[in-house]
């Protein structure tokens, strides 16, 4: 006979916890890896094209959160796109995150396979990046407290790296100490070739990698009904947000670049670990490289509770097995982590077959489901912003600003990144091999949708 399961989640995530996931999520791979050919590709003028994708983040998050203010409740993407827009929009968007993070993942275990090299080179990518999602998901299955102090841990590792490599950048530049003393300057920002020395126009196609390098800022939603105090936590978490990009992407671009001119980072590999190897501190690439490590398991370790969150909300739904969405005694989504576990495998499968491309091919088609998901954050708080303005909802205390014309400006700034995936041989394949999902997300919808009638959004 089967044990009873729990019925709710506990809510054992305290402030700390919610706080560093909101830190974790926004600061992984994309920055720690891809920022090295994003560099090659743009130069110095990374710096502002992560500072312009930061700003339409903020405004995603900022509608996010006036939607968690209204009803903080779990599955909230998916609950608010199937109140505003319409039970497909559940639908859609619930899978649509799951398999986000489902890809996700897969790049972040490519990560950590690649991170894996600098230690031992001639172990394959593709045995760490399965260790790495083995234990990942051991620590999900234990309990929801467990999944927060990890992830409290890796995102603390990752934030007081990067602080230290901005502070030690500062003193290299005001005292000139270390072997880059002598080269390091502001001026190396601008002095080789200008911040677009492959033009302008090469800086749109970066944004790709650096629209990725903020997928997880969003995870914040999930939280909710695991949080001991949303109405509090959550706005601060999502107010945070610019000041995260500013400090962990602009701010650590900005001391890359002036420590070491753009063209003397290497295509592949972390910059981060190329520059402690230029300054000269003792093992300091293999510290940064354990740091870069933890920063790609971290966001894996996120991955993985947020798409088990996802696929039990689309099971309470009845658009995925009743079955899969049950909790265990320990009030986590075990099954749901089970098949979250079988689905990344595939992610390992792509590192033992094409190692090389394994991490552009990943990430190229996460973005396209990332700009899916914030698209529809936004059109459902349009939606949300309209019944407030009938009288048939309360407004929020927590209200994005400039709406409705920033709703415009994010979804038409994200449509454009669409279309920039299209100019690259690389990330083009996210666009062959959206067709084929689109398709098989309404045939899925259309199956469900004959089996039972439609549901009202429950309220938490």
Request: with cysteine.
């Given at each position: ?138 620590v999900n299955l234990i309990a929801v407290k467990l999944f927060g102090e990890f992830e409290f841990w890796f995102a603390l590792i990752k934030v007081l790296a990067i602080i230290g490599l901005i502070v030690l950048a500062a003193a290299i530049l005001a005292f000139g100490f270390s072997d880059l003393g002598d080269t390091a300057s502001l001026s190396n920002i601008w002095a080789h070739g200008g911040l677009f020395p492959n ?262």
């Open positions: 006979m089967s044990q009873p399961v729990a019925e709710e989640y506990r809510k054992d995530l305290s402030t700390r916890h919610i706080n560093m996931i909101a830190i974790g999520g926004a600061i992984g791979v994309g920055l720690f890896l891809g920022s090295g050919k994003a560099l090659h590709q743009v130069g110095p003028g990374l710096i502002l094209v992560y500072a312009i994708g930061g700003l339409i983040i903020y405004f995603v998050m900022r509608a996010l959160g006036e939607l968690l203010m209204y009803r903080p409740v779990s599955g909230s993407f998916a609950e608010y796109a199937g109140e505003f827009v319409g039970p497909w929009a559940r639908f859609a968007v619930g899978w649509g995150y799951w398999l986000v993070w489902i890809v996700t993942g897969m790049a972040e275990i490519t990560a950590v396979g690649e991170y894996f090299q600098f230690w031992f080179p001639h172990v394959p990518q593709w045995i760490p990046a399965l260790g790495a999602l083995i234990v990942l998901s051991g033009g302008a126009a090469s800086s749109l196609l970066a944004f790709q990698i650096v629209m990725f390098a903020f997928v997880g800022v969003e995870m914040v939603g999930q939280t909710a009904s695991e949080s001991t105090n949303p109405q509090k936590v959550l706005p601060r978490a999502v107010n945070s947000v610019i000041w995260r990009i500013l400090i962990f992407y602009v701010g650590a671009l900005i001391a890359l670049t002036a420590l070491v001119p753009w063209n003397q980072f290497p295509v592949s590999g972390s910059p981060f670990v190329h520059a402690f190897t230029l300054i000269g501190i003792p093992a300091a690439a293999g510290v940064i490289n354990f740091v870069v490590t933890t920063a790609a398991l971290s966001s894996c370790n996120s991955g993985i509770y947020s798409t088990a969150r996802m696929l039990r909300t689309l099971s309470e739904d009845g658009q995925a097995p009743r079955a899969v969405g049950r909790l265990s005694t320990r009030a986590v989504p075990a099954r749901a982590i089970g098949v979250t576990f079988c689905a990344m495998l595939i992610g390992v499968v792509l590192n033992y077959v094409v190692p090389e491309q394994a991490f552009t091919y990943i990430t190229s088609a996460s973005t396209v489901g990332a700009i899916f998901t914030w698209a529809m954050i936004v059109i459902s708080h349009l939606g949300y912003r309209r019944k407030v303005a009938r009288g048939e909802l309360e407004a929020s205390p927590f209200r994005m600003p400039l709406a409705p014309l920033s709703n415009y400006v994010v979804l038409a700034f994200l449509a454009f990144v669409v279309v920039l995936l299209a100019f690259d041989a690389e990330t083009r394949i996210a666009l062959y091999i959206t067709p084929p999902l689109a398709i098989a997300v309404a045939v899925g919808y259309l199956a469900v949708r004959r089996r039972q009638p439609e549901r009202e959004p429950a309220r938490d």
